[in-house]
């Protein structure tokens, strides 16, 4: 790239000094999602940043999380929340600037703390130096070999080179005019029309990522999340979906432009760079398959370390559908040596507090606040049985406050870009994006001074850190004592399996060694045995007469030891 960047500065020796307290230490990690524009806001301009991480850093230090996951804070225009990115080797103004980052790094690591950024190799913004002239260059330009520029069908070239759909809604092309102001070429984006789809085949993509990757491995990041890890390479030739309704297809099927067998090839590569750093750094997969045995094949021991378990993700809160996507999900992550990964919620779906408050059958991005107090309980249940399965779980920012959805936010405040389309994606992912709060007063609930890019709720301050620290029961406080007890009970953690018991209908119970895990999933109490001294619980239980009595939608913890 043409931009000039300073040096990055080396920080192996302080990786390593904070690795070498914990081997393997992604098998079992509890790792923390902040979007970095609703976390921390440090400067008042309503924007979170990087110093506002920064100085977040204590809580979530004490929260118990072992790493955190950075989304985008790359420069970009921001058309799609930094998902675009202009520059991968400097931080937008908005969040800071390179010393931020490394200042961020260094404190994270003097806290215990890892750092994993974001990385987005499927496409750039319009924005980046490469697409700006391969524009301007025109036709015949060799920058358009680095994205897919095709010519259209049709006798004037009016219509897009294949039928492929944009995620986001619409066609997955757009039509450029060229420097002499005629019509043009098409060029690919599977997303947005401002995220131009780099084309994974030509050499000088992979070596510029190969670049990247040492940059932020140079800088001391302890691993990467790869966006849309599932979607570099496309089918030769670019071949017809032959569908007018693809998007229902995503996640069922094996898509020309999604899953193709050629991305693997990449991630070995990959992983041998990584593999050259101290600290154990690691690389975690966004990867949509339609099952956990494809999602398997991206955890591979040459490949990557970790893969979002979206199909856990996705499963109504009942104990059938449960204990059949944790049974797979174990079983494809056994033959290749890689731990299982358990996730609620995302910058990209309805908090599950939400999800859970709703009738099932809706879907993983919904429009209606639902049942607040069965939505919340269950969302605590299901944050413990999350937290006692074997593998690596990840928790979104608020989760540990028990934040709902806004879904009432007024149209004119909304900056989701598939909003804006006619079709795709709901486009309502604006309502896990507020602003989380931090106290119970002021113009932002304490995310910053100058209010925040997005409106929250009258009722976040009761929802506050500050409104729920120390306070017995709130699910603050839950989430604190579930972490250190995790952490803590050498039975939880990392493994590769679990032992079912019997249970009655609605209720999921297993047993890791001396620890015993129940989760009633029905709208009614439940008596189970007494399997021991009880831990941890969601919600308030009896016990009597060598049974326990679980209440509605409750986990609990026990000890046999």
């Given at each position: 790239m043409s931009q000039q960047h300073p040096a990055a500065p080396a920080h192996h020796s302080t990786v390593a000094a904070v690795a070498d307290r914990r081997r393997d230490w992604w098998r079992d990690a509890v790792i923390y999602q902040v979007y970095p524009r609703s976390f921390a806001d440090s400067n008042g301009d309503g924007m979170g940043d990087l110093e506002g991480v920064r100085s977040r850093l204590p809580y979530l230090r004490d929260l118990g999380v072992d790493a955190v996951w950075l989304s985008p804070f790359y420069a970009s225009p921001q058309a799609d929340a930094g998902y675009d990115v202009a520059d991968y080797r400097a931080v937008d103004?908005?969040?800071?600037?390179?010393?931020?980052?490394?200042?961020?790094?260094?404190?994270?690591?003097?806290?215990?703390?890892?750092?994993?950024?974001?990385?987005?190799?499927?496409?750039?913004?319009?924005?980046?130096?490469?697409?700006?002239?391969?524009?301007?260059?025109?036709?015949?330009?060799?920058?358009?070999?680095?994205?897919?520029?095709?010519?259209?069908?049709?006798?004037?070239?009016?219509?897009?080179?294949?039928?492929?759909?944009?995620?986001?809604g619409g066609p997955a092309w757009t039509r450029v005019t060229e420097p002499d102001g005629t019509p043009g070429e098409w060029y690919l984006h599977l997303f947005a029309p401002e995220q131009p789809d780099f084309n994974w085949d030509h050499p000088a993509v992979g070596d510029e990522f190969r670049s990247i990757l040492r940059f932020w491995l140079d800088m001391g990041v302890d691993g990467f999340r790869i966006d849309v890890a599932h979607g570099l390479v496309k089918a030769d030739g670019l071949p017809d979906l032959?569908?007018?309704?693809?998007?229902?297809?995503?996640?069922?099927?094996?898509?020309?432009?999604?899953?193709?067998?050629?991305?693997?090839?990449?991630?070995?590569?990959?992983?041998?760079?990584?593999?050259?750093?101290?600290?154990?750094?690691?690389?975690?997969?966004?990867?949509?398959?339609?099952?956990?045995?494809?999602?398997?094949?991206?955890?591979?021991?040459?490949?990557?370390?970790?893969?979002?378990?979206?199909?856990?993700?996705?499963?109504e809160w009942d104990a059938a559908e449960l204990r059949t996507v944790i049974d797979r999900t174990l079983e494809a992550m056994r033959p290749v040596g890689a731990?299982?990964?358990?996730?609620?919620?995302?910058?990209?779906?309805?908090?599950h507090a939400t999800r859970f408050a709703n009738p099932p059958g809706l879907g993983t991005q919904i429009r209606t606040a639902g049942d607040r107090e069965l939505g919340l309980r269950r969302a605590r249940a299901a944050t413990l049985l999350m937290l006692a399965l074997p593998g690596s779980a990840y928790i979104y920012q608020g989760e540990e406050l028990g934040l709902p959805d806004v879904v009432d936010l007024p149209d004119e405040v909304r900056q989701d870009p598939a909003y804006f389309r006619?079709?795709?994606?709901?486009?309502?992912?604006?309502?896990?994006?507020?602003?989380?709060?931090?106290?119970?007063?002021?113009?932002?609930?304490?995310?910053?001074?100058?209010?925040?890019?997005?409106?929250?709720?009258?009722?976040?301050?009761?929802?506050?850190?500050?409104?729920?620290?120390?306070?017995?029961?709130?699910t603050l406080e839950l989430y604190r004592t579930a972490l250190t007890v995790r952490r803590t009970q050498p039975d939880l953690g990392a493994g590769d399996a679990v032992e079912w018991l019997r249970a009655p209908e609605g209720v999921l119970a297993f047993r890791r060694g001396e620890f015993v895990c129940v989760a009633n999933t029905t709208g009614e109490s439940v008596a189970t045995p007494a399997y021991g001294r009880v831990l941890l619980a969601s919600g308030e239980v009896t016990e009597a007469d060598d049974e326990t009595k679980v209440p509605a939608d409750t986990t609990v913890w026990f000890t046999t030891a």
């Open positions: 103004p908005m969040f800071g600037n390179l010393l931020d980052a490394d200042a961020l790094i260094r404190d994270a690591h003097e806290l215990g703390l890892r750092i994993i950024v974001d990385l987005v190799p499927n496409h750039s913004s319009d924005q980046h130096e490469w697409f700006k002239r391969a524009l301007a260059e025109g036709p015949g330009s060799p920058l358009r070999e680095r994205y897919h520029f095709r010519p259209g069908k049709g006798k004037n070239g009016e219509l897009p080179p294949n039928d492929w759909e944009s995620i986001f032959g569908s007018h309704d693809q998007l229902k297809l995503l996640g069922s099927d094996v898509m020309p432009f999604f899953d193709q067998d050629g991305v693997h090839a990449i991630y070995r590569q990959w992983r041998r760079i990584l593999d050259e750093y101290a600290g154990e750094r690691i690389f975690v997969a966004e990867a949509w398959t339609p099952t956990v045995e494809r999602t398997a094949n991206y955890v591979r021991p040459d490949e990557l370390h970790q893969a979002f378990n979206f199909q856990y993700l996705s499963t731990p299982a990964t358990w996730v609620l919620s995302n910058h990209d779906v309805t908090r006619g079709a795709g994606q709901d486009g309502f992912r604006d309502g896990c994006r507020v602003p989380i709060p931090w106290a119970r007063e002021g113009s932002s609930y304490g995310f910053g001074s100058g209010g925040s890019w997005l409106p929250q709720p009258a009722s976040w301050g009761e929802l506050s850190v500050e409104a729920q620290t120390g306070v017995p029961g709130s």
